[in-house]
């Protein structure tokens, strides 16, 4: 599955970076000074308009605790709260 | 591939907060690319149709400030993202400015491309033949150093989305 990204078609990458921050409370300019990027980066990244490199990949998921694949997926993730209580569906 | 920063560090100097939004961007690129041209014939087509002295100065006086302004609006866009060193950029802004300088020497291949074939049919069909005095060559000289200089920062502007405020 491929979506134009800005003139160019990129692959999409799903991520779950606005549910981590959500989660810890954390502005997009908290993160992004966190991760040592613009804060409009991270906004990028959250809409999925924005591919990150694979070092940057790590460094979000590191910050956020979590292994990569948690945070990014090709395919579209199952909203947590249905993994969490309705694993089944 | 060295990253420009460290983890927990901004870079340097960091260029962000894009203070326009993206209508009255394309508005700025629209009159500073569009505009140029505007003013050159002004400049030589509005004596030749009659209006000269104030009428003409303050016409053309306007037209080349709106361009100067819209020019310069755009150039600090962001502080100028497309002329920022790859310190104070992110890896997400250091590609937008590359892309940025592909899309601007296209257009400007393009328009060179243009004016020199507009200029050799022009010069085949006109009679007397264009000749190539300091007057002629005076406005395609300013005008290639308008846009090389400006075209990377006016695609930045086009293209860069607004993204929605902090939720």
């Known amino acids: 599955m491929a979506r134009p990204v800005a003139n160019r078609v990129e692959p999409v990458l799903h991520n779950r970076i606005g549910v981590f921050r959500a989660e810890r409370g954390m502005t997009r300019q908290a993160l992004a000074d966190a991760l040592g990027v613009n804060y409009q980066t991270v906004g990028y990244l959250e809409r999925g308009e924005y591919n ?38 | 591939m060295r990253p420009s920063y460290t983890l927990n560090q901004s870079p340097a100097g960091r260029v962000d907060a894009a203070e326009l939004r993206r209508p009255v961007r394309k508005m700025l690129v629209l009159v500073a690319m569009l505009g140029y041209p505007v003013f050159v014939l002004a400049w030589v087509g509005l004596p030749a149709a009659g209006m000269t002295g104030i009428a003409w100065a303050v016409t053309v006086g306007a037209l080349g400030l709106g361009v100067i302004l819209a020019a310069m609006a755009l150039y600090q866009f962001r502080r100028s993202m497309a002329q920022a060193p790859d310190a104070q950029l992110d890896e997400r802004q250091i590609r937008v400015r590359d892309r940025a300088y592909l899309e601007a020497y296209r257009v400007f291949a393009l328009i060179v491309l243009l004016v020199l074939l507009v200029g050799g049919i022009a010069s085949d069909v006109l009679e007397p033949p264009i000749t190539l005095t300091y007057d002629v060559v005076q406005p395609l000289v300013w005008g290639a150093l308008l846009y090389s200089m400006f075209l990377p920062s006016a695609v930045v502007a086009w293209q860069e989305r607004d993204l929605p405020g902090e939720d």
């Open chain 1, 52 to 89: 990150p490199s694979l070092e940057l990949a790590f460094r979000i998921a590191e910050l956020f605790g979590v292994p990569l694949e948690a945070c990014f997926s090709r395919a579209p993730f199952t909203p947590m709260s249905q993994q969490l209580y309705h694993p089944e569906q």
